[in-house]
């Protein structure tokens, strides 16, 4: 039964507030989820154990695995990478296999028309290519589909009042401004259909 609780934005009054509840509902159990400051995390903490709560809480780092050990008589929390055993492995690539190929004969003829579109509306290939980091760290060539003129960046770099604004703009054009997009591309993009090549390096492991 949750009793009472506490915005994640904590004040000064929060120690006071949080001894307060525990005494006058009877709480066993402080839960602390999401992210506060380092000194309020410290002092939530002395208070739940002075007053014998359970203490739960969340990871403070996000896409970790806490694990409890024990070296020489002092406990810490272990970190550690999510990992799968390898029949967890053998079903997830075989999920993938089966999904990719099943996703790529499905959307074969869209993805044919696609291509076909975005080398009528402009010069240049249908994919664009790209390197990624994958699984260990690995690079792979990440396909798209080509949403961009093929002499994109000499374009915007041709235009000194636009390329101001895209370094402004933390490397990004507003929508509707960026001269570089195509018309397949505009509609590719806001239907997420450039991402489709990805099937194949889903298929390919990457």
């Given at each position: 039964?949750?009793?009472?609780?506490?915005?994640?934005?904590?004040?000064?009054?929060?120690?006071?507030?949080?001894?307060?509840?525990?005494?006058?509902?009877?709480?066993?159990?402080?839960?602390?989820?999401?992210?506060?400051?380092?000194?309020?995390?410290?002092?939530?903490?002395?208070?739940?154990?002075?007053?014998?709560?359970?203490?739960?809480?969340?990871?403070?780092t996000s896409?970790?695995?806490p694990r409890?050990?024990?070296?020489?008589?002092?406990?810490?929390?272990?970190?550690?990478?999510?990992s799968l055993?390898?029949?967890?492995?053998?079903?997830?690539?075989?999920?993938?296999?089966?999904?990719?190929?099943?996703?790529?004969?499905?959307?074969?003829?869209?993805?044919?028309?696609?291509?076909?579109?975005?080398?009528?509306?402009?010069?240049?290939?249908?994919?664009?290519?790209?390197?990624?980091?994958?699984?260990?760290?690995?690079?792979?060539?990440?396909?798209?589909?080509?949403?961009?003129?093929?002499?994109?960046?000499?374009?915007?770099?041709?235009?000194?009042?636009?390329?101001?604004?895209?370094?402004?703009?933390?490397?990004?054009?507003?929508?509707?401004?960026?001269?570089?997009?195509?018309?397949?591309?505009?509609?590719?993009?806001?239907?997420?259909?450039?991402?489709?090549?990805?099937?194949?390096?889903?298929?390919?492991?990457?």
């Amino acid at each position: 039964e949750v009793v009472e609780t506490f915005p994640v934005q904590l004040g000064d009054g929060l120690v006071t507030s949080l001894a307060e509840a525990i005494d006058s509902q009877g709480g066993d159990t402080v839960a602390m989820i999401g992210k506060m400051p380092g000194t309020s995390y410290s002092e939530i903490v002395d208070v739940s154990l002075t007053h014998g709560c359970r203490l739960l809480t969340t990871p403070r780092t996000s896409g970790v695995v806490p694990r409890s050990v024990l070296i020489e008589g002092v406990r810490f929390v272990e970190l550690t990478a999510p990992s799968l055993k390898a029949p967890q492995w053998f079903a997830k690539r075989l999920m993938d296999i089966v999904i990719s190929s099943i996703g790529l004969i499905v959307m074969s003829p869209i993805i044919v028309a696609l291509a076909l579109w975005i080398r009528l509306d402009s010069e240049g290939g249908a994919l664009f290519s790209q390197d990624r980091l994958g699984r260990g760290g690995r690079l792979f060539r990440c396909l798209k589909f080509r949403t961009m003129r093929s002499d994109a960046e000499d374009l915007l770099r041709s235009q000194p009042d636009l390329y101001e604004l895209y370094i402004a703009n933390d490397f990004k054009l507003p929508e509707g401004l960026d001269p570089r997009i195509t018309r397949s591309g505009w509609f590719l993009r806001k239907t997420s259909l450039d991402e489709l090549p990805q099937l194949w390096n889903v298929l390919k492991g990457d």
